[in-house]
């Protein structure tokens, strides 16, 4: 066994490990939780694929499952609930031959305890970049889905990886992983070899590399490249343990793509959940008063609320942030029954076309229409009237 499968094959599950899984089975139950609704709803294809491009090989040392085997727990409980697919799909890719017999193996005894055949899967041991052509083909045969891409450190190409997604992701959730430290450190001193892979796992030219900035060309530079596939692209940092004790620093990333508000929201929720019951740390929502919220307005320069929505969830959304700020996590439900309850105090103006608002009240919107969608939020103006008697809320 050369050292690298080693290293994949003694793999200890670690904190991290946990987080990202936690948000990664709470965010695809609600993916297909919703697609299985649409889907009925609208009696499209009726198809569900989950792709896992990282796969690895289907447990840690501890005995604990990996993520492939996770998600077919969750088909194989939504098979037996209210379930509208014909098929159910997983296709995975490792580029280690020895992961893949091993995941082959765990998943078959999975198919032999379930004893049913309507979640299919193939587990191709290939370098996913080698086989783009046929995950595409794949990710077009059904219009649902969710892809998660869980690289080590630099192994994601980002480009090819928006190529893949570009035009057939439509009805699809996509979650990618990046380890910050990793990259941050290479940042530092890298040479020639590691400003190449950084390059490519950032999809940024070796000009922009030299930014001195790194982590805000980190952030912006992927929340740009997602936002040429869906609507919403949020972006959460957690951060690891040095004997169990937390460290006060930006360490893993998870980038989350997608059309549904309803998803990001669950994804929020779930980070909100991880930073409680791994991090020990619960989210105060005091500090996040209503005249905090015109602070942030005024800082932000929000028009809209759409605006504002991504404002605050590019700028909080660092735990190291959350911890220093005591800043809450800001689903979008909270955040509209803030802008409402302004509203109706007086202290910031609203205006939207009349079907969004109450006839009667139009201080007040309908909540319901304008968390549909991003273009919906845009249309949602707002406009502060009573001015904060606080300056800037964060320096
Ligand atoms: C972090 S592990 C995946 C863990 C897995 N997602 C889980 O949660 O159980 C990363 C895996 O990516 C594989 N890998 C690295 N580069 C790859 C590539 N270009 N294509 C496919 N697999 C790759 C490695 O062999 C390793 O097993």
Redo the contacts with the bound molecule.
Sequence with gaps: MDKRNKK?FNNEKKLQ?DIK?LLLTETFKMSLSIANGKCAAFKTDNNYSYF??????GEFGNGEQ??PLLVYDIMANHLNSRNYFKNLRMIL????VA?IKNLNKLLSIKEKQTNDNRIQYIAEAK???LCSNDIKKCLNASSWGFVFA???ST?LHLQPFIDLLQDSCRLKDVLAFYTYRTLSRQHGRACDNDVDRICKTLNITKEQFETEDFSEKFQSQLIENYSKLKEFIIGVSFPTTVNKKLITADYFYLVFATNSLKLVDSFLNAYEKALKLYGNYAPQHKLFENEDMLNIIIDSNSKNLSELFIYITKNFLSWKNIINNHLFVPTSDYLINKIQELSVQGKIKISAPEEFLYKNDSTKFKKAEISKSRKNMEQLKIEVIEKSSQGKLFP
Aim: aromatic share 18%; charged share 35%.
């Design positions: 994949y490990t899984h896992d491009l990282f796969a690895g090989n990996g993520s890719t490792d580029k280690e992961n370098d996913w970049e869980d690289q080590y192994e």
